[in-house]
């Protein structure tokens, strides 16, 4: 039975943060705030998962989170995910997808620490260890200022295992960014460092036009990249149906559209994408991207997992229809596999073929370095 719910924010140390308009970057070590959620069960037992905590705010955990968890058996996944999501409705954003997703990834872990399973074997093993794609940072001024500093960057990826490499290019606030031109640029000089053999992949700026998005796609194809990512506002699912209608790349969507897996069936069924997409973190938790994922495999389609980290690989351990991990966010001046102080491990580590075992440890697959966290608590509500 549920008997407690809390955040707590603590202090650690990073070796990026984000520009001014969202994307990550490198940065001298420094000290963050993080939070974790904790749900606890009478017999002692706690479920865990990062979160941001101003997505949950002490309001929303006294207004939508503690009223449907308390007291409930967390084994009831499904009933407790179809109560916390109703709630939604009348929240009008206050109470958001990222949200549901953490208290979801939470309640996973709980029940499979609980199980003293992985939680990829609870949902249903499909698999132990899965391909990595190496997922780029965003374009910048130094590391990732050219598109040489692409290709020298993604053949240094391929020497140390990867077999595919996602690009983000130059987005605001770089001068000049987006530019289709430069774009093109980029994935070109990539593709003739690492020759044909490796799957490429470009995750554009989100907000270019139907015809701009046109332009790029068509010369991606002609350089025969796996996929095309995000290059229009996702709200605008006709712009995607006339985008994969006259492309033959795979287009892949939606990532960050509202609505789980109901908007998921909606771009199937309107032929607006070819590969389907959806993350746990954004897409309101484990519990609706597996059916996400099944949905896909349906209609006969890959369904490729959103973002790093334990909630992706539960997904991607439980399922066969997505082949890749995304492992990034990645930069030639930042070392990814760096522990952090408040973990004692990293969650994805890649061996020598490219691949992210599946973890083998109750849970979703952090494992938390609690004497640090407990000694650089900062506040718990
Ligand atoms: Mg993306």
């Not at 940072?137 to 020298?152: E, F, K, R, S, V």
């Not at 139907?210 to 991606?220: F, M, V």
Request: glycine share 8%; aromatic share 8%.
């Amino acid at each position: 039975m549920i008997e407690r719910v809390a955040v707590r924010t603590f202090t650690t140390t990073a070796c990026t943060s984000v520009d001014a308009e969202g994307h990550r970057h490198p940065s001298p070590e420094h000290e963050i705030t993080e939070a974790l959620l904790e749900i606890t069960d009478t017999d002692g037992v706690t479920g865990y998962c990062a979160v941001q905590p101003d997505q949950l705010r002490p309001a929303v955990l006294d207004k939508h989170v503690r009223p449907v968890l308390a007291g409930q058996d967390p084994w009831d996944r499904e009933r407790l995910w179809r109560l916390l999501a109703r709630r939604q409705r009348g929240a009008h954003g206050g109470f958001t997808d990222r949200a549901l997703g953490f208290v979801d990834a939470a309640l996973w872990d709980l029940v499979a620490r609980k199980a003293e399973l992985p939680a990829w074997k609870l949902a249903g093993g499909a698999r132990d260890r899965i391909p990595a794609y190496a997922s780029t940072m965003c374009g910048d001024a130094d590391g990732l200022a050219t598109p040489g500093d692409y290709a020298d960057f993604a053949k240094h990826l391929v020497s140390v295992g990867y077999r595919a490499v996602k690009l983000h290019t130059w987005m605001p606030p770089v001068p000049g960014a987006p530019s289709v031109a430069r774009d093109v640029e980029a994935c070109r000089a990539v593709r003739d460092a690492v020759g044909p053999d490796v799957a490429l992949m470009l995750d554009a700026s989100h907000w270019y036009s139907r015809t701009e998005a046109l332009r790029l796609g068509r010369a991606l194809q002609e350089l025969d990249f796996h996929w095309f990512e995000e290059p229009m506002e996702e709200a605008s699912v006709s712009s995607y149906r006339w985008l994969a209608a006259q492309l033959d790349i795979p287009v892949i969507g939606p990532e960050v559209a509202w609505g789980k897996h109901h908007t998921r069936a909606e771009w199937i069924t309107s032929g607006a994408c070819d590969i389907l997409r959806a993350g746990p973190a954004g897409s309101g938790g484990i519990s609706p991207v597996l059916k996400t994922v099944h949905l896909a495999e349906a209609f006969g389609m890959d369904c490729e997992i959103h973002g790093d980290g334990s909630a992706s690989l539960t997904v991607l351990g439980a399922t066969d229809a997505g082949r890749w991990y995304e492992r990034g966010l990645l930069h030639p001046h930042v070392d990814y596999d760096r522990t952090p102080p408040h973990r004692n491990a990293i969650a994805d580590p890649l061996d020598e073929n490219g691949n992210v075992a599946l973890p083998t440890t109750p849970g979703i697959g952090d494992d938390w370095n609690f004497e640090h966290i407990g000694v650089h608590t900062l506040e718990q509500w």
